[in-house]
Nanobody, 115 residues
């Protein structure tokens, strides 16, 4: 069973930066997709960014140019560097591990951006 442990959320002022981390363990396959989704109060969960094990990246339009996703395959860890944060980035951020059509989710980490 895949387990995901997230860290790095918190409170930051608008224009600031945060770095989220997520480490996967248990039944990890080399070919996979990892990434981040987020869910704001009263809204559906939405894509932030994903990255494949070969480094292909996909970003939501709302974060392009501000957020950077990366990963360390040796550590089964994915990172999200979030810069120029805006109040609308406030949400619970969930880590994703995807393999063979199955999605596994982390417990979520709160990111709050104050204006």
């Amino acid at each position: 069973q895949v387990q995901l442990v997230e860290s790095g959320g918190g409170l930051v002022q608008a224009g600031g930066s945060l770095r989220l981390s997520c480490t996967a363990s248990g039944g990890i396959f080399a070919i996979n997709v990892m990434g981040w989704y987020r869910q704001a109060p009263g809204k559906q969960r939405e894509l932030v960014a994903t990255i494949t094990n070969t480094g292909y990246r996909n970003y939501a339009e709302s974060v392009k140019g501000r957020f950077t996703i990366s990963r360390d395959n040796a550590k089964n860890t994915v990172y999200l560097q979030s810069n120029s944060l805006k109040s609308e980035d406030t949400a619970v951020y969930y880590c994703l591990y995807r393999n063979s059509g199955l999605d596994y989710w982390g417990q979520g980490t709160q990111v709050t951006v104050s204006s």
